[in-house]
C-alpha cells in the first residue's frame, strides 16, 4: 500500500526515502496524524506505532512505504524509542509544558503539503457529551456527513 | 462534532436538538488536524467505502440562523462598540441554499453525483498544513489538556502559542477567547486579539470562504 495520492516529484536530498501512490490508488487509513501527548519521551515501540502510525524496523521509522533512516541513538538498550530523537527525523514538532510536565508531540507536517495526505478518512474515534466513544468506521456503507460546530 | 474544549458547554445543544445521528465532542479540535478544519459550522462528506468525497469547506443548514439573526437586531439601541461588531457582523457571507442542493444531489446520485469530488482533487483542496500549523496544534492539545485537568491559567500560553503559529485557524481563536469574554469574544488583557478586531483585518464577509461546487 502507497501511502501518498500525489504525482508531484517528491524530494530526494533530505535523507527520506518518498514512494508515491499511483493514480487511483487509495492508502491505509489511521487516525493519525494528530499531536499525541507524552509524559516520557521514551515510549514503547507498539505504543508509539499505536498513536503516530510510525513503525520502527531495522530500515528506519516506517509509515506504508515510507522510511525514514534512524541513529543508533533513537533506541534505547531497554528497547524502548527516544522521541527527542525520533521527533526532527520525522517531521514532528515536539513541545513541553514544565510545569506540568507534559509533552506534546505535534502532527507531522503532511506529505503533500496539505492536512488531507489521502482522500481516505481516518478511524476517528471521539466521546459522545456521556463520554461514550464513537467510532467513525461503524458507519461504513453509508454516505456520512462530518458537521464541526460549536458552542461559541 | 461540537469543537468545544469545555464538552458541557455542547451538552445543552446537543439535548435541545434531540439529534438521531451521533453527535460527537472533539475537545482538542483534533478535526482541525485530521481534516483542516478551521472554522464553524463546516462539513466534509465520506462516502459508503470511507472515502473522503469533499474536503471541510462552510456548510450551513440551507439558513444561516447567525446571520439572520445580526439583521433583525435593531444596532440604535446599542452601545458604540457593540453597534461596530454588529454592523461588521452583518457582512459575513454564506452559501446555504449551494450547500444543502449539493447535499441533497449527493445524496439522491451517489457517485454519479457532480459535486462528488475525486480523491486528488479532496487533497489539492484540503488545506495547506505548515511546520508553525502542526506546532500550533500541539500546543492547541497542550493547551486543552491542561485546562482539562484543572488549570486553566497554564493553558492559555499554550493557546496564545497556537495562535500565532496558526494564525488563520478561527477554532483555536474562538474557543480561547470564549473562556475569557462568552459569546462576544471581546479584547481582555489574556490573549492580543479579539474577534471583532481579527475579523475586521480580513473584512467579515471574508469571514467564510465562498463554496467551490
Given amino acids: ?152 | 462534532m461540537a469543537l468545544d474544549v469545555d464538552a458541557e458547554a455542547a451538552r445543552e445543544f446537543i439535548e435541545a436538538a434531540h439529534p438521531e445521528h451521533p453527535s460527537l465532542v472533539d475537545t482538542a479540535h483534533v478535526l482541525d488536524e485530521l481534516f483542516g478544519v478551521v472554522n464553524v459550522p463546516n462539513g466534509l462528506w465520506i462516502d459508503e467505502d470511507g472515502v473522503i468525497v469533499r474536503p471541510p469547506e462552510p456548510a450551513h443548514p440551507g439558513r444561516n440562523p447567525a446571520t439572520e439573526a445580526f439583521r433583525k437586531m435593531d444596532v440604535t439601541t446599542l452601545p458604540p462598540e457593540l453597534a461596530d461588531v454588529l454592523l461588521e457582523a452583518r457582512k459575513i457571507r454564506s452559501d446555504p441554499d449551494v450547500y444543502v442542493a449539493m447535499l441533497r444531489d449527493w445524496a439522491e446520485h451517489g457517485a454519479a453525483s457532480r459535486f462528488r469530488l475525486a480523491p486528488e482533487e479532496v487533497v489539492r483542496r484540503s488545506r495547506p498544513r505548515s511546520t508553525d500549523g502542526a506546532t500550533a496544534a500541539a500546543h492547541f492539545e497542550l493547551g486543552q489538556h491542561l485546562h482539562l485537568t484543572g488549570d486553566h491559567r497554564v493553558a492559555i500560553p499554550h493557546w496564545r502559542e497556537a495562535h500565532r503559529l496558526d494564525p488563520d485557524n478561527w477554532t483555536y481563536r474562538r474557543n480561547a477567547w470564549n473562556f475569557e469574554d462568552p459569546v462576544r469574544q471581546g479584547h481582555t488583557d489574556v490573549y492580543d486579539s479579539s474577534w471583532y478586531e481579527d475579523i475586521k483585518k480580513i473584512g467579515a464577509e471574508n469571514y467564510y470562504p465562498p463554496i467551490q461546487p
Fill in chain 1, 1 to 152: 500500500m502507497c501511502p501518498l495520492v500525489s504525482t508531484r516529484a517528491l524530494p530526494t536530498d533530505d535523507g527520506r526515502q518518498w514512494i508515491a501512490c499511483g493514480p487511483g490508488e487509495i492508502p491505509p487509513a489511521p487516525q493519525y496524524p494528530r499531536a499525541v501527548l507524552l509524559d516520557d519521551l521514551k515510549v514503547d515501540p507498539d505504543e508509539f506505532a499505536a498513536r503516530t502510525g510510525w513503525v520502527v524496523k531495522p530500515e528506519g521509522a516506517c509509515k506504508g512505504d515510507i522510511c525514514v533512516p534512524l541513529p543508533e541513538t533513537a533506541r534505547a538498550a531497554d528497547g524502548r524509542l527516544d522521541v527527542a530523537v525520533l521527533a526532527p527525523r520525522l517531521g514532528m514538532p515536539l513541545l513541553r509544558d514544565d510545569g506540568a510536565g507534559v509533552w506534546a508531540l505535534g502532527p507531522e507536517t503532511g506529505l503533500t503539503g496539505r492536512a488531507l495526505t489521502t482522500a481516505t478518512a481516518p478511524d476517528l474515534t471521539l466521546p459522545d457529551v456521556n463520554g461514550a466513544p464513537f467510532r467513525l468506521s461503524s458507519l461504513r456503507g453509508q454516505k456520512v456527513v462530518m458537521v464541526a460546530w460549536a458552542s461559541w
